[in-house]
Nanobody, 123 residues
Framework: VQLQASGGGLVQAGGSLRLSCVASGRTVSVHAMGWFRQAPGKEREFVAA????????YYADSVKGRFTISRDNAKNTVYLQMNSLEPEDMAVYYC?????????????????WGQGTLVTVSS
């Protein structure tokens, strides 16, 4: 399974970006999906997660109300819509996939990782 994240870039504070993550290969093994981020000098942290069905989602408190995770299983793609971006959101964003079906929030619960896409927020 390969995960390809895209959509990062430079945006002003208050702006929006939409990240995408496309799964390829043995996609039948990928069920729950999530997004994590890692800022310079910091540990990777959970951002958002979505169940296989898409009916269940979960967000870190820091992004709740601003970010929305969604998925299109027909396209093997998960999205992260990021609104009202803040300088504190600046990080490399990673998508992750798991063979489990429920919402997952911890790094070790994921089996597959994308290469990351950089989000830069200017103040």
């Amino acid at each position: 399974v390969q995960l390809q994240a895209s959509g990062g870039g430079l945006v002003q504070a208050g702006g929006s970006l939409r990240l995408s993550c496309v799964a390829s290969g043995r996609t039948v093994s990928v069920h729950a999906m999530g997004w994590f981020r890692q800022a310079p000098g910091k540990e990777r942290e959970f951002v958002a997660a979505i169940s296989w069905s898409g009916y269940s989602t979960y967000y870190a408190d820091s992004v709740k109300g601003r970010f929305t995770i969604s998925r299109d299983n027909a396209k093997n793609t998960v999205y992260l819509q990021m609104n009202s971006l803040e300088p504190e959101d600046m990080a490399v964003y990673y998508c992750a996939g798991s063979s489990r079906v429920a919402v997952l929030t911890r790094i070790h619960e994921y089996d597959y990782w994308g290469q990351g896409t950089l989000v830069t927020v200017s103040s």
